[in-house]
């Protein structure tokens, strides 16, 4: 049985899916797949326990920089201050 037959934020239907959820943790990213329940109208994401208990799992180990069981995925960057449009420049 699920725990919730509607979405404990809106009562919208809920809908198993795979989502990608980031999780971050000691200034790392980790981009990862997922099952979730998700609201077909407000958008919100449920999670089963197991699922959460590994995301803390992930963030205490990245906080850690223990990087064991990641792969390398890329680079991550930053807007710096001097970006000429300033519509999206960072604030300071």
Known sequence: MKPF????????????????KLLRGGGNTVSMKVA???????GERLYAEDVVKSFEEI????????????RALGQSF???????????????
């Open 36 to 42: 979730a329940e998700v609201c077909l109208h407000c």
């Open 59 to 70: 963030r205490g180990k990245l906080r850690k920089q223990e990087f064991s069981h990641f």
């Open 78 to 92: 930053t807007v710096e201050e001097n970006w000429p449009n300033e519509a999206i420049r960072p604030t300071t």
């Open 5 to 20: 037959e509607k979405c404990p934020v809106c009562g919208g239907e809920l809908e198993d899916k795979q989502v990608e």
